[in-house]
């Protein structure tokens, strides 16, 4: 109660943050008139000039409200895009070295251009962190017009590169990439032999886009360049033609020692036993006893020798790297087979990882077990976690729509606060509550169920899984219903700009697992009246007499009289067309509000077609109570998630 009421009197630490941001947007906004009367030679001569006073000893702090005018400006000229007050906070905070929480679709990709280009003019180099390779190649290519205008240089790291386009991308002022590729590349660069052979130079200043999935999710996913060693892949085909013949057992039961029975304790079944909380598997006594014997009929394991001594501990290995390719690692979950190899998924990103392997004789043992050419092991040569990396930086800063959940790992791991900006404008996303079901097939039918509901009224939908075998399992119980959809995955990679830039029309379905949802933009579609008409008529929800020119009550009349005995128990087509509109109107809005409001039967039948209306409004999931010429998806609702 105390602490609530010293906020309301002094504020919160963030909105004394954004006060004080304020204050430099001000300053800003005081230069725009000034530089919108410049010509274009004009405004271009104010980076060499900025350069030059920074060389003379001016800081940045300095130069940053006339440097982000320029940008500003900049932008309208070249991009048809301002630059919004919060986005000035945006880029102020990243400046700083702090972290920008932005809520979706703010343009914090426009909100980077600010201080990239104010630390793109020190020569030191500027790097730019997406999640993955789309989004860096989409994120340069889209704002290189207004780094250019300004006599800024952009370039691109991605894999496949020859060392030196490699060292040409991070000779320019701006460099975009992944968080993959920049870590990769800062191995070889320790591995290089000759300085000139080196291709990242200074770690001056970095935006990491998505900064929550890279620095917190992904902090210790290790980074590992390999090199190759001896060639064992006739062992492990050998040895996991022999998984099969051992029984998958349970842990033992987790009994407090003070309970513990000295001369009885617990039994352990099978031959082994997966722990999938550590991801380990564990031989039991039997187990042991069993792949002894199975590996001596093999000549693998001399007669009478054990698994433990110290000349065939390699072989337990290669047992144990077996046992979790089949009982660990899914296919479809983990990784998918490719072109006759096997490819790992990133499972933040559902993304699949080419040219990237698991260590410790776990690949070798996945691709023995889906039959495909074993590559020979590797040794690893060097290695470095995001975490580690990142903390290399002279200034971090990072963006994105979810940080002050895990603002005290972010202050307590890379010392970054976290400031949360408003939204230019109110919100106006309807945010459901969870549902819960009782099984995953009811989940299903649910899912199913709602998405035909929403696409019949032309709003487009987008559903988020978890997984590839999630999103193909849904993708089957479309199919049962013959929805049209798309399915955006790791197995469709090449498709996913043309499957994106579709997902946003009028009535499109889309399956997506969450690489689709880290960054990506889904632009809402418009349509004529010639293509409502048409959407309506695919749902039977009008006549073929309906006509563009129609008034919006002769559309409402028709789309009502179409659908009433389809809507209305008792209400056969004839009746429909007899009805008054004005008494049809009323029963159908009665029936909607009986499904779709918490009404009572009694308040529904006492009220009027206004007061109707006016509940129905309040739940959203309803359109055809207001149904008019609907000239674009906002109209429909937008698009549902």
Not at 100 to 115: H, S
Not at 315 to 336: G, M, N, P, Q, T
Request: aromatic fraction near 8%.
């Amino acid at each position: 109660m105390n602490i609530k009421f010293l906020g309301k009197i002094f504020g919160t630490s963030n909105s004394r943050k954004l006060k004080k941001l304020g204050k430099i947007v001000t300053a800003v906004n005081t230069f725009e008139a000034g530089f919108e009367a410049l010509d274009d030679e004009q405004l271009k001569a104010k980076t060499e000039e900025f350069r030059q006073r920074h060389e003379k000893g001016e800081s940045l702090d300095a130069i940053l409200p006339e440097a982000f005018a320029v940008v500003r400006e900049a932008g309208k000229r070249v991009m048809k895009m301002r630059h919004f007050d919060v986005q000035m906070i945006g880029g102020i905070i990243l400046h700083e070295g702090s972290i920008a929480e932005m809520r979706t679709g703010e343009g914090k990709t426009l909100v980077a251009t600010l201080p990239a280009y104010l630390h793109g003019l020190t020569g030191e180099g500027v790097h730019i962190v997406t999640v993955n390779d789309y989004l860096a190649e989409r994120d340069a290519n889209w704002m290189r017009p207004l780094y250019e205008f300004l006599g800024l240089t952009v370039g691109i790291i991605g894999s496949g590169q020859s060392p030196t386009e490699k060292q040409a991308a991070y000779q320019c002022s701006i460099t975009y990439g992944t968080n993959n590729e920049f870590g990769f590349d800062y191995l070889r660069d320790n591995m290089a032999f000759r300085p000139e052979d080196k291709m990242q130079g200074n770690l001056n200043f970095t935006i990491v886009d998505e900064v929550d999935s890279i620095l917190i999710d992904e902090a210790r996913t290790p980074l590992i360049i390999s090199g190759a060693a001896e060639d064992s892949s006739q062992l492990y085909l050998a040895i996991n033609k022999l998984i099969p013949k051992l029984e998958k057992g349970v842990p033992k039961k987790d009994v407090p020692k003070m309970m513990e029975d000295k001369d009885n304790p617990p039994e352990e079944s099978g031959h082994f036993s997966v722990d999938e909380k550590t991801r380990q598997v564990e031989l039991t006594q039997a187990g042991y006893s069993l792949i002894e014997d199975l590996l001596s009929e093999q000549k693998l394991l001399e007669e009478g020798e054990s698994l433990y001594s110290a000349t065939n501990l390699s072989l337990l290995h290669h047992v144990h790297s077996a046992l979790k390719a089949h009982h660990l690692f899914k296919r479809d979950v983990e990784y998918i087979v490719q072109d006759k190899k096997v490819v790992l998924i990133d499972e933040h990103t559902g993304r699949t990882m080419d040219g990237r392997r698991l260590s410790e004789g776990l690949h070798q043992a996945l691709e023995a077990k889906e039959g495909v050419d074993i590559q020979s092991e590797s040794q690893t040569l060097a290695s470095t976690t995001f975490q580690n990396y990142f903390r290399l930086y002279n200034n971090l800063s990072g963006m994105t729509g979810t940080a002050d959940t895990e603002a005290f790992e972010f202050s307590q791991i890379y010392g970054l606060s976290v400031v949360v900006i408003p939204t230019n404008k109110p919100m106006l996303r309807n945010d459901a509550n969870d549902l819960i079901y009782m099984s995953v097939e009811e989940k299903f039918e649910a899912i199913v169920e709602d998405i035909k509901e929403i696409s019949e009224k032309g709003a487009p939908v987008l559903v988020g899984t978890a997984s590839i075998d999630t999103s193909e399992l849904l993708s089957k119980f479309l199919k049962k219903e013959n929805v049209k959809h798309e399915v955006l995955n790791a197995k469709y990679h090449e498709k996913e700009a043309e499957i994106i830039a579709q997902a946003g029309r009028a009535g499109a379905i889309t399956i997506a697992t969450n690489m689709a949802g880290r960054g990506t933009d889904i632009k809402l579609g418009s349509f004529t009246r010639e293509d409502f008409i048409e959407h309506l008529l695919k749902r039977s929800l009008a006549s073929k007499s309906l006509k563009p020119d129609a008034t919006e009550e002769e559309l409402r009349e028709n789309v009502y009289r179409k659908t009433a005995p389809s809507i209305l128990p008792g209400v056969n087509k004839r009746q429909a067309e007899e009805m008054s509109f004005d008494e049809l109107e009323l029963a159908l809005l009665r029936h909607w509000a009986e499904e779709f409001t918490w009404m009572s039967g009694k308040a529904v039948e006492g009220a009027g077609a206004d007061e109707l209306r006016t509940e129905l409004d309040k739940n959203g999931r309803c359109k055809l109570h207001r149904l008019r010429w609907f000239k674009n998806v906002e109209d429909l609702g937008g698009l549902h998630v």
